[in-house]
């Protein structure tokens, strides 16, 4: 059954970093393009990142762009968002999500997605 456990959120400071992870089981994270996704309470949920699977391709919402990296290890068959200069309109909760091939703004066209993983910035 295809899968995923992310990891990394918290409570962090504005100008903070944080790192999720999503570690896939199932299926293989270089086979798929995976996104990381946000929403915040009231909020619509939103594409941050994306890495496409035959390409290495990376996306990124104009806003985080310079701030988050995506990046996929896949010995580890995982996917991370390192999250630098974080503010508090980053808060939300955080998902990853799996999808074939290319990387796509449209969120239906995601299979698999994580539980999600909180993310407050806050002083």
């Known amino acids: 059954q295809a899968q995923f456990v992310e990891s990394g959120g918290g409570l962090v400071q504005p100008g903070g970093s944080l790192r999720l992870s999503c570690e896939a089981s199932g299926f293989f994270v270089n086979t798929y393009a995976i996104g990381w996704f946000r929403q915040a309470p009231g909020q619509k949920r939103e594409g941050v990142a994306c890495i496409s699977s035959t390409n290495g391709f990376t996306y990124y919402k104009e806003s985080v762009n310079g701030r988050f990296t995506i990046s996929r290890d896949n010995a580890q068959n995982s996917v991370y968002l390192q999250m630098n200069s974080l503010k508090a309109e980053d808060t939300a909760v955080y998902y990853c999500?799996?999808?074939?091939?290319?990387?796509?703004?449209?969120?239906?066209?995601?299979?698999?997605w994580g539980q999600g993983t909180q993310v407050t910035v806050s002083s």
């Open positions: 999500a799996a999808k074939i091939d290319l990387c796509s703004p449209a969120i239906e066209a995601y299979e698999y």
